[in-house]
C-alpha cells in the first residue's frame, strides 16, 4: 500500500510540474515558408484568392480525393469561404478576410472541434521578374497549457504541408 501512495503521489507531481510548465509556454505559435516562382505576382494572386483554384496545387485536397468541398462568396473578395469535411484531413472552414491583390492575402482557418482560429497569411514580393511566396500561419493557443504544448510542435506539423503545396503551387503557375 505505501509503495501505491508513492507511486500515486509521484504521478501527480509530475502532472502537477508538467502543467505548470505549459502554462510558462508561450501561448503563441507562428509557421512560416517561402518558395521563389518565376511569374509576376499577378499570375500567383489569381491561383490563391480563387479559393476554388487551391484543389489544383493544396496538398490537402490530393490527400483526400473524396473531400466534401463548398464554396460561398465571390472569388477574389474578402468574405469568400470555403468548408470542407474529409475523413483524413478533418472538417473546417476557410474564409478570406483581406485582399490587398496582388501583394497579400489573409484568411482565417477554424477546424471543427478545436476552439482555436488561426490566421494564415500569403505575402508576394516581386524582384527580377520572380515573385517570393510567403506563407504563414500564425495564432493563439489560449490559455489551456496543453494547446501551449501543441504550440511546440506546429511548426513540424503545418511547415511540411506548406512546402508540400508550395511546390504544387509553383508547378502549377510555372506549367
Partial sequence: MH???KILLGSVL????????????????RVERSIDIAAKPEVIFAELADLRQWHSWS?????????????????GQTGQLSRWQSASQGNGEMQIILVDAPKRLLYQLRFEG????????????????????VWAD????GNNPVN?????VMDS???P??????????????K
Fill in 161 to 174: 504541408d506548406f512546402e508540400a503545396s508550395l511546390r504544387g503551387l509553383k508547378q502549377q503557375v510555372e
Fill in 114 to 133: 478545436f476552439d482555436m482560429v488561426s490566421t494564415g497569411e500569403i505575402t508576394l514580393i516581386e524582384h527580377e521578374g520572380r515573385t517570393q511566396v
Fill in 138 to 141: 500564425y495564432g493563439d493557443l
Fill in 148 to 152: 501551449h504544448y501543441l504550440g511546440l
Fill in 3 to 5: 509503495i501505491i501512495r
Fill in 59 to 75: 496538398v490537402w485536397y490530393q490527400r483526400d480525393a473524396s473531400m466534401l468541398v463548398e464554396y460561398s462568396g465571390e472569388p
Fill in 14 to 29: 509530475v502532472l502537477l510540474v508538467l502543467a505548470g510548465i505549459g502554462f510558462l509556454l508561450p501561448s503563441q505559435y
Fill in 157 to 159: 506539423i503545418i511547415g
